[in-house]
């Protein structure tokens, strides 16, 4: 072998090694990289985001081709160095077990553990750039039918193990992959658990309506307008809440009544109760809590009553309840 020829041969060994680092890298990053960053970096036309975006869009397609170009790179070491020691002399097992003491090190060293680290620490930052180099890799293995390959074995061998007869994949569910986002981006310090946990409580608020957070009737402290002012300043002094709903004769509700609106007024020369009390404001048990929230919000309302279809109260519900499942229990209102 001429000395040109062996010089060949160590910068393709050079070279697979070099690959095989890139390749594996890689794959750590496309698992690692942080999803919300891509995302809004992604929203630049034709940048390397939107490219990597497009591509993780598939991962099976990107990870097959980081699957073949790894492999033949360390197949291209493994032959670069199988050259050189042919050249030394070393044939059969010597060659076989020289190769291995030498290249497995090297190539689990320095073409998977150190790449991977890297990359994983510093994804966000290197893997982009080579977002178009993938693309076209990519392009290429499809092109010559390698990629339809490997994804259509792959398909099969999941249909066998899975015994399933259908051919649709299950698409996440928005919802899901929003809040897969959120926890990937708490990994990553984006968002803060009180952050996550905020916009849980708000995701899940579509599905709550106003009876998960109903207060039943037969525990309310009612207050009739028969009574005097002083039974309300009794009342007063002895709960820890400032409203209370006031019914009539016929314990049906008719407004809510503020009982600092009774304390400000001397109890000889306190006005009727009816006359101190809010407007009622009444909700239905099943109606969405984000809609019962804004018609409070509407009619200024701090406490509502809940009836059903016949007007028969049910229970109630202060904006504080309808609040705390965003934002969390409130110690102080």
């Not at 160590?10 to 390749?23: C, I, K, Q, R």
């Not at 039943?216 to 309300?232: C, D, F, Y």
Request: glycine fraction near 6%; aromatic fraction near 6%.
């Amino acid at each position: 072998m001429t000395p040109m020829q062996l010089a060949m041969w160590y910068v393709a060994a050079t070279a697979g090694l070099a690959g095989s680092a890139m390749f594996s890298g890689l794959e750590t990053g496309i698992y690692t990289i942080n999803r919300i960053r891509l995302h809004m970096l992604a929203h630049v036309p034709r940048s390397n985001a939107a490219v990597l975006e497009t591509l993780i869009a598939k991962p099976n397609r990107v990870l097959g081709t980081l699957l073949v170009a790894n492999n033949t790179a360390n197949y291209l070491a493994s032959l670069a160095v199988g050259a050189v020691l042919d050249d030394a002399g070393y044939q059969g097992w010597s060659q076989v077990a020289i190769n291995a003491a030498i290249l497995m090190p090297m190539l689990f060293v320095f073409g998977e553990v150190l790449p991977k680290d890297f990359f994983r620490s510093h994804t966000d930052t290197i893997t982009p750039p080579f977002a178009r180099p993938l693309l076209w890799g990519q392009r290429l293995l499809t092109w010559i039918g390698l990629l339809p390959l490997i994804d259509g074995v792959g398909w099969l061998v999941q249909r066998i193990m899975s015994g399933s007869k259908s051919t649709t994949l299950r698409i996440m569910h928005p919802r899901r992959t929003v809040t897969e986002l959120i926890k990937e981006g708490i990994g990553h310090g984006v968002i803060s658990p009180y952050q996550s946990a905020m916009i849980d409580r708000v995701l899940e608020l579509q599905r709550m309506t106003v009876r998960d957070v109903i207060q039943p009737w037969a525990k309310a402290t009612l207050i009739r307008t028969t009574q005097p002012a002083e039974a309300v300043w009794a009342i007063a002094d002895r709960v820890p809440y400032t409203r209370a709903p006031l019914v009539g004769p016929d314990g049906q509700p008719i407004g809510i009544l503020d009982l600092y609106e009774v304390l400000r007024h001397d109890p000889a020369t306190c006005p009727p109760l009816k006359e101190l009390a809010d407007p009622l404001v009444h909700l239905l048990p099943d109606m969405p809590l984000a809609e019962a929230l804004r018609t409070c919000q509407q009619q200024r309302a701090s406490m509502a009553v809940i009836l059903d279809a016949a007007g028969k109260p049910l229970g109630l519900v202060t904006t504080k309840e309808l609040v705390e499942p965003i934002i969390g229990e409130i110690d102080v209102w």
